[in-house]
Every structure is written in C-alpha cells, then in structure tokens.
C-alpha cells in the first residue's frame, strides 16, 4: 500500500516509520518539497521511503493521514489538492489546539464543532476517519508498550473506510476489542474534548506513556 502522510512531525515521522516496518511505502508530505525533516527522514528509512509537498504525498497515497497542526490542518489539506483526496481514507490524528503563551483553554473550537467535522465539511469527497488523536504517537502505532488493555476511538460517516482503518489498527497492534467505534464523524468532538485532560495528565505524570480504557 501507498500511504501520504501530510504533516513532517513527530507524528507524521513515528506513523510513517512504523507503515514502513509493515512494508508499505511512505510518502512524507510538507509546505515545501525542501523540508529538511522530510528529507533526513527518508533517507534514514530506505527504499520505500519519499518525501515532498502536501500536493505530492496526497496524490501519492491511497490512504492519507493528516497529522499537521490541526490550526492549520484545513490550509494543509487545502495545499494537498481536493483532487488528491476525493475518494480516498483520509486519516485525522490532528486536534485544534491553541498556540502560544498564556492560554487558559486548549482547543479552538469544542462541544458544538470539531476539527474532524470541518474537514469532512470541507472536503466532502474524502473519507475522514478520525482516529488516534488521544494519545502519544508511541502508542498509536505500538499499543502493547503498555502492560494492560487500553483503547482507541474511532469515529466517521463511512463504514468501509472505518473498516479499512481498523485493519490498519490492528497491523499496528491494536486489538478488536480495544477498538471503540463512536459513530459518525461528529463525535470527534467528544476525542478531541479529551485533550485538555491528557495535558494535564501529561503535566502531572510526567510521561506521555499512559492511555484510557473502559471498564464495564
């Protein structure tokens, strides 16, 4: 499989690096072809590594994730090529966190909206599953560095493309029971809600190695 990966964090870096470990080729994209990350990250990951714009992961890959800013995931995305994406999974591990000091709430947007329904507004062709986005990126593509059972939440308009993304889940490590479908795109705004939790959480434990589950 082809996948595009717009976004040369450390997100897209850690999602990348581990598609390519399953054997699939990975097209990193940035705002510019001449991202010094991009570049040093495919040459470090071999032959089925690439790199290049948003434009050229996008059209590259039959699966995309966004794991830009989510301030700037619609513009990203926008960059990619609408024609890029109709039709294919769109991947959103982004959340709409405010930037810069002194900020006293963390999300841009919450309770009525979500990043994840304003990419599914804007590009009403592509199949966005939201997925991912509430945990460390360790986790997302290796889930069994925890001792205990924890979950992921899944949540978009198409049931094929959560089934596909869940076949990817599970080639990461997830397990069936450990994937949690919320429904429709909407609830991305309950995941993407679980984000000031986690920085506290983040703040108070001192690791980014922990995650939630459900107990019934």
Wanted: proline share 3%; net charge neutral.
């Amino acid at each position: 499989m082809n996948a595009g990966i717009l976004g040369t964090g450390t997100v897209g870096r850690t999602i990348g690096s581990r598609l390519i470990e399953l054997g699939h080729r990975v097209r990193l994209g940035g705002r510019s072809a001449a991202n010094e990350r991009a570049i040093a990250w495919a040459a470090s990951e071999g032959e089925r590594a690439s790199s290049g714009t948003f434009g050229d992961a996008a059209a590259f890959g039959e699966i995309v994730f966004n794991c830009t800013e989510g301030a700037h995931s619609i513009e990203a995305l926008t960059a990619a090529g609408r024609g890029h994406l109709a039709g294919k999974v769109l991947v959103d591990v982004a959340n709409p966190l405010e930037s810069g000091p002194g900020r006293s709430a963390p999300l841009l947007f919450c309770n009525n909206d979500s990043l994840g329904e304003r990419i599914q507004a804007a590009f009403p062709e592509a199949r966005v599953v939201k997925t991912l986005n509430t945990m460390w990126c360790g986790l997302m593509v290796n889930p069994r560095l925890l001792g205990a059972p924890h979950v992921v939440y899944m949540c978009g308009n198409d049931a094929g493309a959560k089934s596909e993304v869940a076949a990817l889940l599970g080639a990461f490590g997830w397990r069936d029971e450990e994937i949690l479908d919320l429904g429709d795109i909407a609830a991305s705004r309950g995941t993407e809600m679980f984000l000031p939790l986690w920085l506290l959480l983040y703040g108070r434990l001192g690791t980014a190695s922990f995650n939630f589950t459900i107990v019934r």
